[in-house]
């Protein structure tokens, strides 16, 4: 099983850029494939961004292509979330989720999932 901790949440004004960071314990992390979700209030999770394990497979939701970039460093065991040209609607609760399968775009198909980070998008 595979540790996920995120970091790199915060306030920031609309325009504004933030990079999430997610670090990943465990000795198969790097094989795994990683997705970056958010949560809004009352509302089930939504898919972001995934990437394979090599970084070679990359999907994006419609809603942040061409704004977010989603990486990974496997020597740090690290997955990222570039975010410029936030919007107020980009407020959530943003988690990373790790899975020895393919990369998608469905929460269920992650087992592994950190704690977190908010991001909040306000003048």
């Known amino acids: 099983h595979v540790q996920l901790v995120e970091s790199g949440g915060g306030l920031v004004q609309p325009g504004g850029s933030l990079r999430l960071s997610c670090a990943a314990s465990g000795r198969t992390a790097a094989t795994y494939a990683m997705g970056w979700f958010r949560q809004f209030p009352g509302k089930e999770r939504e898919f972001v961004a995934a990437?394979?394990?090599?970084?070679?497979?990359?999907y994006y939701a419609d809603s942040v292509k061409g704004r977010f970039t989603i990486s990974r460093d496997n020597a740090k065991n690290t997955l990222y979330l570039q975010m410029n040209i936030l919007k107020p609607e980009d407020t959530a609760v943003y988690y990373c989720?790790?899975?020895?399968?393919?990369?998608?775009?469905?929460?269920?198909?992650?087992?592994?999932w950190g704690q977190g980070t908010q991001v909040t998008v306000s003048s």
């Open positions: 990437i394979n394990w090599g970084g070679g497979t990359i």
């Open positions: 989720a790790a899975d020895p399968l393919p990369p998608g775009e469905i929460a269920d198909t992650y087992h592994c």
